[in-house]
Every structure is written in C-alpha cells, then in structure tokens.
C-alpha cells in the first residue's frame, strides 16, 4: 500500500464522516440518522481495506524500536564528544 493509497482510505473516511461521530453515534439528538440514507459499507471490503492498512501501520510500527535505539546512540556520542571538548567538565547528569 503506498501513502497516496492511505491517504485516498483517510479522505474518503473523512468525507463521510468528517467529525468522527457519524460511525460512533449513527442517531442525531434529534432521532434523524447521522449518515445519509443512501449510505451503505460492505463490512467484507471494510474488513479487507482495513487488514491492509493494519499492515503498513504495522510495518512501520516495527522499525520504531531500532530508531530509538539509533536515536539514542546518537545522543550518547553527542553528550560524549561534548564532555571531551569541554575544558571545564560542566556536564551535570
């Protein structure tokens, strides 16, 4: 799945529900339907866009761990390379 297909999934969610509350509360205070009567959603094609979704979202959710990892490295090396140039050794942990 590429971003643009994502983002295309995020719009046309946003188009029929662009404050998040017509899914979650299909009646209005009012007792009216909070979706247009023509509205209809395959649960099967829900279910099928979702699992792909799910699967980049996971993708990208399984690098998270090694860029912190990488991250703090980093840092350290900074902070170290810091505390060697400093002539008055400032550093307070």
Not at 36 to 51: E, P
């Amino acid at each position: 799945m590429t971003f643009d297909d994502f983002e295309a999934i995020v719009k046309e969610f946003e188009r029929a529900d662009p404050f998040s509350s017509n899914f979650r509360y299909p009646v209005k205070s009012d007792l009216t339907a909070s979706l247009a009567g023509h509205f209809t959603l395959s649960v099967r094609q829900f279910a099928s866009t979702m699992d792909e979704v799910l699967a980049t979202l996971s993708g990208g959710c399984d690098e998270l761990p090694e860029l912190a990892n990488e991250r703090a490295r980093m840092d350290r090396e900074a902070l170290y390379e810091a505390i060697l140039n400093d002539d008055d050794n400032g550093y307070e942990p």
